[in-house]
């Protein structure tokens, strides 16, 4: 049974840092052994931590609401994960500069993207005319092009689709960070450094956002209040 928990929720977690060891033994102990193995095929430390940081996301926010058992999950036609035996749903991002995990009652897609400072030669490729003006037409057009392609990829993994269509032409022409668009609830968090969008069939997602160790006290007060 559900404990009362806000969702949609999407928990974020900025990667300022390299996890030192203490916090990743922490992490693993919580992880099925099968991701910890996916996180050492990566080659560089920052991929391997976010690989794991990302999925403890995903245990901590279904300890939030109640389920202790990581439920099987399998993967859709494009490639996006899915519990097999359990109603919540899930998606994972991680970048350099941050990784989140969206949980919703519902279909959830959830992207995090660096602020991507050279984009000239893919702006023609990945955005409208009315995008593109948008975006050189504003006092921060990396941060604009970024937070843009951050709602494409959110939209796109919302739906499960991959990246199939021409994405020029999901248009995104809103500028606030709480919108709606083609019947989804869409949410935005800027930064300096990276764009996060979440995209959901409801409305009032909210933002978690804490340190690793915040996280990892919680998550452990948690299941000590539960033995």
């Known amino acids: 049974m559900l404990q009362n928990s806000h969702l949609p929720t999407v928990y974020i977690l900025d990667m ?6 203490q916090q990743l033994g922490r992490i693993k102990k919580y992880l099925p052994h099968e991701r910890i193995l996916t996180s050492e095929r990566f080659l560089h ?10 999925f403890f996301l995903l245990v901590f926010g279904l300890r939030k609401l109640g389920i202790h058992k990581l439920p ?16 919540i749903s899930f ?16 279909n959830i897609g959830v992207d995090v993207q660096d602020t991507v400072s050279k984009f000239n030669d893919i702006i023609g ?23 843009l392609w951050a709602l494409k990829e959110s939209y796109v993994k919302f739906d499960g689709s991959g990246l199939t269509d021409d994405i020029r ?3 995104f022409l809103n500028t606030e960070n709480e919108f709606m668009y083609d019947g989804c609830f869409f949410k935005v968090l800027p930064t300096s450094v990276y764009q996060l969008s979440a995209c959901t069939v409801d409305d009032g997602t909210i933002f978690f956002k804490k340190s ?16």
């Open 212 to 227: 690793i160790d915040e996280y990892l006290d919680e998550f452990e007060g948690i299941s000590n209040n539960n033995e």
């Open 45 to 54: 430390k920052k991929d391997s931590d976010a690989c794991l940081a990302s």
């Open 72 to 87: 099987d999950i399998k993967k859709g036609t494009h490639g996006k994960p899915y519990f097999t035996d359990c109603d």
């Open 125 to 147: 490729m990945t955005m409208s005319a009315g995008e593109t003006e948008m975006i050189y037409s504003s006092p921060s057009p990396p941060e604009v092009f970024t937070r």
């Open 169 to 171: 032409t999901i248009e």
């Open 91 to 106: 998606n994972i991002s991680h970048c350099d500069k941050a990784v989140c995990c969206g949980i919703s009652k519902h």
């Open 16 to 21: 300022d840092c390299p996890l030192n060891e």
